[in-house]
């Protein structure tokens, strides 16, 4: 895992996948995409496809109409096909950038984005461990192997 994914980096969706279903509707009438039916194509950053994989596996299961079709791709690949129209919604590990944010500015699109996660680490401990909150530069002093054993990372273990 890298230090970019230790801290707390959140997720975004671009157009998130709800929303996206529900206004699927163009305004040609080959389109009859509903919140719950229909066809979407969206490209999803790559180190995301866990994640993604799970969430369309859940929703596709509850809304047997909805068909959504993830393409995993680079981070750089992905922000191209919704720069060129490719599709429609992209989820991301970040926010957009600037140069981005003009970019859509200057086609008059103003994309939506939405925090649908937040890394976090879990640590098993021994019960009688009185540590229950530990702050990033503790984890890495830990992690670094500052500390050989527990009691030198905490004198109360």
């Known amino acids: 895992m890298s230090s970019k994914t230790v801290t707390n980096k959140f997720f975004l969706v671009l157009f998130p996948v709800l929303a996206c279903l529900t206004s699927c509707k163009y305004s040609t009438s080959k389109y009859s995409d509903t919140?719950?039916?229909?066809?979407?194509?969206?490209?999803?950053d790559e180190t995301l496809e866990p994640l993604l994989d799970s969430e369309v596996r859940?929703?596709?299961?509850?809304?047997?109409?909805?068909?959504v079709t993830i393409q995993y791709k680079s981070e750089t690949e992905a922000m191209k096909d919704l720069m060129t129209d490719s599709v429609h919604m992209v989820v991301l590990a970040r926010q957009l950038l600037e140069s981005e944010k003009?970019?859509?500015?200057?086609?008059?699109?103003?994309?939506?984005?939405?925090?649908i996660a937040v890394d976090a680490l879990a640590f098993i401990v021994n019960r009688e461990n009185p540590d229950s909150n530990m702050k990033y530069s503790r984890?890495?002093?830990?992690?670094?192997?500052?500390?050989?054993?527990?009691?030198?990372?905490?004198?109360?273990?």
């Open 35 to 44: 919140a719950t039916s229909g066809t979407v194509t969206i490209t999803v």
């Open 58 to 67: 859940a929703f596709s299961a509850i809304y047997k109409d909805a068909h």
């Open 102 to 115: 003009s970019f859509f500015d200057s086609k008059k699109k103003f994309p939506v984005t939405t925090k």
């Open 139 to 157: 984890l890495q002093e830990l992690l670094t192997n500052k500390y050989k054993n527990w009691s030198e990372f905490n004198p109360k273990n």
